[in-house]
């Protein structure tokens, strides 16, 4: 894909993705959610850090295509103040809208949710 097919807000952060990179150390609790894979096409890690319930800090890794890259760092981004349940609560084709992505991108917006969902800690199975 050419880079004229890309937004100017994916090549913006694409250039320089925030929050991209491991998370930093800190007090709280850490969380990580996973979805994809590499072979995929598409592979998102996220990592948290908690306090008081809360995402007080976020990070990501991802491999894929430039509208993968962008979609994460602004998911990254957002997750602060968030409950980690609440990480995935973000509609994916707002989400694609505002970054211009295609149509036939948007299951790549689902691999992005998948893992920011990934981050809420699971429940127990009941016995």
Do not use: N
């Not at 991209?20 to 007090?27: I, K, T, V």
């Amino acid at each position: 894909m050419a880079a004229a097919a890309y937004s100017a807000r994916v090549l913006e952060l694409f250039a320089d993705p925030p929050h991209a990179g491991d998370l930093a150390d800190g007090p709280g609790e850490r969380l990580r959610g996973e979805a994809g894979s590499p072979e995929q096409g598409a592979w998102v890690v996220f990592e948290a850090r908690l306090a008081g319930g809360r995402v007080v800090a976020a990070a990501f890794r991802a491999f894929g295509c430039p509208h993968v890259i962008a979609a994460a760092a602004l998911v990254a981004g957002r997750m602060t103040g968030a409950r980690p349940e609440q990480a995935a609560d973000f509609d994916a084709h707002a989400l694609a809208a505002e970054l211009e992505l295609p149509a036939s991108k948007l299951g790549r917006l689902l691999v992005v949710q998948d893992a920011a969902a990934a981050l809420a800690p699971r429940a127990p199975p009941d016995r």
